[in-house]
């Protein structure tokens, strides 16, 4: 597996709550608690929003959560903020040695 | 604070070769696995190389092997990124970032741009 599996694009209004996925197998997300979250803003670099599936960066707003069930990891961002809108990278170690990190393929958030 | 700062993109012809530099305040190079995560216009994220603390181990992803060259300068706090024989595919930002631990990226600097004319 060279990517772990995010939807293209998610959306939502302002105050809403979103999630965004982030499918792997049992050689990554399944097997290890140590998924990361990253938002990027275009042409800005990631943003480590979440690691180790659930716990938050000093600093991130706690509208920001993680959680995991078996081979899925997710992204919960909760009361929408325009700025919110970016694009959000999940990645996760791998026991394939031939990956150092194995990153998702990134979801766009469109804040309607 | 971490704060990493990179410099050395361009434009470059394929085959050429560049040398990236991450100037690291707030850590020590030596003390941390500290590596480049490039992405290519419009794409996701890759980590291209890795060069681990201490005794400077170094990882490569598959397709930059024998190309580029990953090393370190404790004096400046510096690391860098030698690379040769550069093709089309190799364009991208190129961002250097710390590994907290397991692989997990909490520090990026702000990327430099590479580009690679076929």
């Known amino acids: 597996q060279s990517a772990l599996t995010q939807p293209a694009s998610v959306s939502g209004s302002p105050g809403q709550s979103i999630t965004i996925s982030c499918t792997g197998t049992?050689?990554?997300?399944?097997?290890?608690?140590?998924v990361s979250w990253f938002q990027q803003h275009p042409g800005k670099a990631p943003k480590l929003i979440i690691y180790d599936v659930t716990n938050r960066p000093s600093g991130v707003s706690s509208r920001f959560s993680g959680s995991k069930s078996g081979n899925t990891a997710s992204l919960t961002i909760s009361g929408l903020q325009a700025e919110d809108e970016a694009d959000y990278y999940c990645?996760?170690?791998?026991?394939?040695?031939?990956?150092?990190?194995?990153f998702g393929g990134g979801t766009k958030l469109i804040v309607l | 604070e971490v704060q990493l700062v990179e410099s050395g993109g361009g434009l470059v012809q394929s085959g050429g070769s560049l040398r990236l530099s991450c100037v690291a305040s707030g850590l020590l190079v030596s003390d941390h696995y500290v590596g480049w995560v490039r992405q290519a216009p419009g794409r996701g994220l890759e980590c291209v190389s890795v060069?681990?603390?201490?005794?400077?181990?170094?990882w490569y992803t598959d397709s930059v092997k024998g190309r580029f060259t990953i090393s370190r300068d404790q004096s400046k706090n510096t690391l860098f990124l030698q690379m040769d024989s550069l093709r089309a595919e190799d364009t991208a930002v190129y961002y250097c970032a710390r590994d907290r631990n397991w692989r997990t990226f909490d520090s990026w600097g702000q990327g430099t741009l590479v580009t690679v004319s076929s």
């Open positions: 049992y050689s990554d997300v399944g097997n290890y608690n140590y």
């Open positions: 990645s996760s170690y791998t026991n394939i040695n031939t990956l150092y990190v194995l």
């Open positions: 060069l681990y603390a201490g005794g400077g181990y170094t």
